[in-house]
């Protein structure tokens, strides 16, 4: 449940990228046009706030009222912030997805109608049952930086996709010290 739990939240923030380009097979043709790391926290600092927003009133009913997600305007604030600077990394991890490329002017006008859609993508992806691992999961993200908060949910989503041949999000393998 937490991994499934944990996929369905990164999925949620990092398959985003692929509603720009539906019906089309979104994987690279070569492993050089791999999203890199800094590429899918670009992605998922862009689409954070979106996310996160789906997830708390999703999520709202079914948590108690101590929970975490029932106060994430702090996190929020965090992540709203930082998605202004990502845009250069959303932009090039796009175009990858989509076949070509796409500079930070063309991300810019992409990303409002990407955030619109973030809703009704999560809500396909979410489930009731799934709540208190989502909380449990931005808790644990909540005392780091957004930047570090994007960066390991990246590195766990290369971890996860290690010896695949053909993963969903085709991030460039886990390099140790890159």
Not at 4 to 11: P, R, V
Not at 88 to 115: C, F, H, R, T, Y
Not at 123 to 143: M, Q, S, V, W
């Amino acid at each position: 449940m937490i991994r499934k739990g944990l996929t369905a939240t990164i999925a949620g923030w990092a398959a985003l990228s692929g509603v720009a380009v539906q019906a089309q097979d979104v994987r690279p043709k070569a492993a050089a046009d791999c999203i890199t790391a800094s590429e899918a926290e670009g992605l998922i600092l862009a689409v954070a706030p979106s996310a996160l927003r789906e997830i708390t009133r999703f999520c709202g009913a079914e948590l108690p009222a101590n929970a975490f997600l029932r106060d994430s305007a702090p996190l929020l604030a965090k992540y709203e912030a930082a998605s202004k600077g990502a845009l250069p990394g959303a932009a090039a991890a796009i175009g990858k997805l989509g076949g070509g490329e796409m500079n930070s002017q063309i991300a810019g006008m992409v990303m409002p109608m990407m955030d619109a859609m973030v809703g009704s993508m999560l809500t396909k992806e979410l489930k009731a049952k799934d709540c208190g691992t989502y909380d449990r999961i931005f808790k644990l993200l909540d005392p780091l930086p957004a930047e570090n908060g994007a960066a390991l949910l990246v590195l766990i989503l290369q971890l996860s996709q290690e010896g695949k041949k053909d993963p969903e999000f085709p991030l460039c393998p886990y390099a140790p010290g890159a």
